[in-house]
Nanobody
């Protein structure tokens, strides 16, 4: 089993920045892909970004390209999501996810076996 714990959410004004962290524990040797998703009230969970465990591959949804950066610290088994130039439409609960392989369906929730509890990000206008 793998446990994921997110942190770093909060309230920020539009144009501001936040950094989310996701600490993985347990059988982390089985992981290949780490991702971030978000879910706004009344909407479906949406893919944001993903990174391979080796950090060789990254993938972003178009709406965050150039503003968000996903990275990984292998020594700490932690994945980060650096969010800059935040917009009110970025407001959502952000979830960390982990999968055991990299696939062309990296943006699909079904590609991930483990999920964190979520952290709230609120961007005020």
């Amino acid at each position: 089993q793998v446990q994921l714990v997110e942190s770093g959410g909060g309230l920020v004004q539009a144009g501001g920045s936040l950094r989310l962290s996701c600490a993985a524990s347990g059988r982390t040797y089985s992981l290949y892909t780490m991702g971030w998703f978000r879910q706004a009230p009344g909407k479906e969970r949406e893919f944001v970004a993903a990174i391979s465990w080796s950090s060789s591959y990254t993938y972003y949804v178009d709406s965050v390209k150039g503003r968000f950066t996903i990275s990984r610290d292998s020594a700490k088994n932690t994945v980060y999501l650096e969010m800059n130039s935040l917009k009110p439409e970025d407001t959502a609960v952000y979830y960390c996810a982990a999968g055991t392989r990299w696939s062309i369906a990296v943006a699909a929730t079904t590609s991930y076996a483990y999920w964190g509890q979520g952290t709230q990000v609120t961007v005020s206008s």
